[in-house]
C-alpha cells in the first residue's frame, strides 16, 4: 500500500492505494492503526481495491466497526442496499446536495460515515468535502457563541406531496411508534387537524470532538432553513403553507428567528472551505463526521454511491 495526501497542498483526505486486492484483508490486520490515521486526518479515501459490489463493501465497514446505525429520523430519502449500506441520498441529478454533518440536526449521530463509488457518474457527481475546522475558523468566534449558547430548532410539518411522509421519516406506520421515538429523543409531536404531523426538536449548535476536545459547528441550520431552497421557492412554499406550517424549518433554540447574514456567513465558511475530489469506480471513503462536511455536486448519466452509518454519538 501507498499512502500520500489526496490534494497536492496536502489538504484534505488520506490517499492510501492499494494493488488490487481486497480492502478488507488490507485493512483488517492494521484497524487500529487506519483508526488512529483517520483520528489524525478526518478522512481517509482508499483507492485501487477490490471493491465491485455492495457485499465488498459491506464485509469492509462490517470490519471496520460493530456499531452500525439505522437511518432514522430521516431528512434525505435512502434506500437499505445491504444489513449494513444504504444508497446515498436519493436527490435529482441537476441538484447540488449542500455540505453538511450527517444528522447533526438530531442529538444522534453517526461518528463515522462512509461512502463507496460502484459507479461514478461520466460528468460531474464530485463528492465536496469540508474541514469543519476551517469551516468554524471562518464563521468566526461571535457567531459560533450565539449557535453555543442559543442552540438550534428543527420544525418539521409532513405534509401529503411534498418532502418525505413521515412514514419514511420515522419507518413506521404507526402513530404511537412515531410518539415514542419522539418523546425518547426529547422531540415534541403534535397532529394538527387530526392528519398533519408537526414535530420540533432542539438540538447542539456547536459540539465538542470527543476525542480531540475541538469545538466545531455542528448543526444543519443553513439546510432547513427556507431560505435554503432560495427566495423565489421560499417565497412559493410560504405563501402555499404560511410561516408557522412550512415542510421545514429552523430557527434558533430560544424560537427566534436565524438572521438573514448569520446563515449566509455559515454558507460563505462552507463554501470556501471546500475541495472536491473525482470518484473512481471502487474508492471508499471514510470521514469523522465531526472533522468533514460532505455533500454532491450536480452529474450527468448514472452515478452509484453507497453509505454505511457507524458508531453512535450521542450528545
Not at 488520506?14 to 488490487?20: I, Q
Not at 410539518?157 to 402513530?175: A, C
Not at 432542539?202 to 470527543?210: D, E, L
Not at 438572521?259 to 456567513?265: A, G, I, R, S, V
Amino acid at each position: 500500500m501507498k499512502f500520500n495526501a489526496l490534494f497536492d497542498d496536502e489538504s484534505g483526505p488520506l490517499l492510501v492505494e492499494g494493488t488490487g486486492g481486497s480492502l478488507t484483508d488490507a485493512v483488517a490486520p492494521e484497524l487500529a492503526t487506519f483508526k488512529e490515521r483517520l483520528a489524525r486526518h478526518g478522512a481517509v479515501l482508499f483507492r485501487n481495491f477490490a471493491v465491485r459490489h455492495a457485499n465488498d463493501y459491506d464485509e469492509f465497514v462490517t470490519q471496520w466497526s460493530s456499531d452500525h446505525l439505522k437511518y432514522m429520523y430521516r431528512s434525505t430519502p435512502r434506500s437499505e442496499v445491504t444489513n449494513h449500506v444504504v444508497t446515498s441520498t436519493s436527490y435529482p441529478a441537476s441538484l447540488e446536495i449542500p455540505l453538511h454533518n450527517e444528522n447533526s440536526y438530531h442529538r444522534k449521530w453517526p461518528r463515522t460515515v462512509s461512502f463507496c463509488c460502484l459507479e461514478p457518474s461520466i460528468e460531474g457527481g464530485e463528492t465536496p468535502l469540508a474541514s469543519m475546522r476551517e469551516v468554524t475558523r471562518r464563521i468566526g468566534p461571535e457567531l459560533m457563541e450565539r449557535f453555543e449558547h442559543k442552540q438550534v430548532e428543527y420544525i418539521r410539518h409532513y405534509h401529503e406531496g411534498i418532502d418525505l411522509p413521515w412514514q419514511s421519516v420515522f419507518q413506521t406506520e404507526s402513530r404511537d411508534e412515531v410518539q415514542a421515538y419522539c418523546q425518547e429523543n426529547a422531540i415534541t409531536s403534535q397532529w394538527i387537524g387530526g392528519n398533519l404531523l408537526r414535530t420540533s426538536g432542539i438540538a447542539q449548535g456547536v459540539a465538542n470532538h470527543p476525542q480531540s476536545g475541538e469545538k466545531t459547528f455542528f448543526n444543519q441550520s443553513h439546510l432547513f432553513h427556507v431560505s435554503s431552497l432560495g427566495a423565489e421557492h421560499a417565497e412559493a412554499l410560504i405563501s402555499l403553507y404560511g410561516v408557522d406550517r412550512l415542510p421545514r424549518h429552523a430557527r434558533f433554540g430560544d424560537g427566534t428567528e436565524i438572521p438573514d447574514e448569520d446563515l449566509q456567513q455559515v454558507r460563505e465558511a462552507f463554501t470556501k472551505s471546500t475541495v472536491a475530489f473525482r470518484w473512481q469506480k471502487g474508492d471508499v471513503l471514510v470521514l469523522d463526521n465531526m472533522a468533514y462536511a460532505h455533500g454532491r455536486r450536480p452529474f450527468k448519466g448514472s452515478r452509484k454511491v453507497v453509505a454505511a452509518l457507524m458508531d453512535a454519538h450521542v450528545s
